[in-house]
T-cell receptor
Framework: GENVEQHPSTLSVQEGDSAVIKCTYS??????FPWYKQELGKRPQLIID?????GEKKDQRIAVTLNKTAKHFSLHITETQPEDSAVYFC????????FGAGTTVTVRA | GAGVSQSPSNKVTEKGKDVELRCDPI?????LYWYRQSLGQGLEFLIY????????KSGLPSDRFSAERTGGSVSTLTIQRTQQEDSAVYLC??????????????FGEGSRLTVL
């Protein structure tokens, strides 16, 4: 089955700086790569996703890149703000998504 | 409803008891998933439904775990003879899957299970 590894497990950044989270996956059949944000005590919510026919996607301060050859994808958050503090999960798969272990992002004011 | 609804939100039970967790997905969503999230961990896939059938049960940890979905809507996850290691938040998610493409998963608030 699919195995998704996510790094780093924790990330602390100064407000206004950028944050980058990287994930690798093992199953070359995976074609859908979403990122979810989970605030403390809340449900995970989709922030951005990318499909295998696209190499990069951007939505305001958030961007995701995908390298299918190397089987890795990354989340980039620019101009971080305190409300970006949360746990971020990457996922990979098709009908079934395998999730990474999560990255706890803390934005210092 | 407006979103995925799960009940109970919290359940404390004694070791050896059976528990049932309920998920009411977003109306019209054909795909339904159960995930388990242990403290500080990622989301562990349990089972996937497409309509009423479960083509993938590969994530169920043992035969004490079972799930069903009726009418293409509500799903129940049953854990028999609960063990302390079953303690976790059980998350349900639904999705509108069309053309063979997975869409956004909408998660419920989860059912927090504590086995004493």
């Amino acid at each position: 089955g699919e195995n998704v590894e996510q790094h780093p497990s924790t990330l602390s950044v100064q407000e206004g700086d950028s944050a980058v989270i990287k994930c690798t996956y093992s199953d070359s059949a995976s074609n859908y790569f979403p990122w979810y944000k989970q605030e403390l005590g809340k449900r995970p919510q989709l922030i951005i996703d990318i499909r295998s026919n696209v190499g990069e996607k951007k939505d305001q301060r958030i961007a995701v890149t995908l390298n299918k050859t190397a089987k890795h994808f990354s989340l980039h958050i620019t101009e971080t703000q305190p409300e970006d503090s949360a746990v971020y999960f990457c996922a990979a798969g098709d009908y079934k998504l395998s999730f990474g272990a999560g990255t706890t992002v803390t934005v210092r004011a | 409803g407006a979103g995925v609804s799960q009940s109970p939100s919290n359940k404390v039970t004694e070791k050896g008891k059976d528990v049932e967790l309920r998920c009411d997905p977003i109306s019209g969503h054909t795909a339904l998933y159960w995930y388990r999230q242990s403290l500080g961990q990622g989301l562990e896939f349990l089972i996937y439904f497409q309509g009423n059938s479960a083509p993938d049960k590969s994530g169920l940890p043992s035969d004490r775990f079972s799930a069903e979905r009726t009418g293409g809507s509500v799903s129940t996850l049953t854990i028999q003879r609960t063990q302390q290691e079953d303690s976790a938040v059980y998350l349900c998610a639904s999705s509108f899957r069309a053309g063979g493409k997975t869409g956004e998963l909408f998660f419920g608030e989860g059912s927090r299970l504590t086995v004493l």
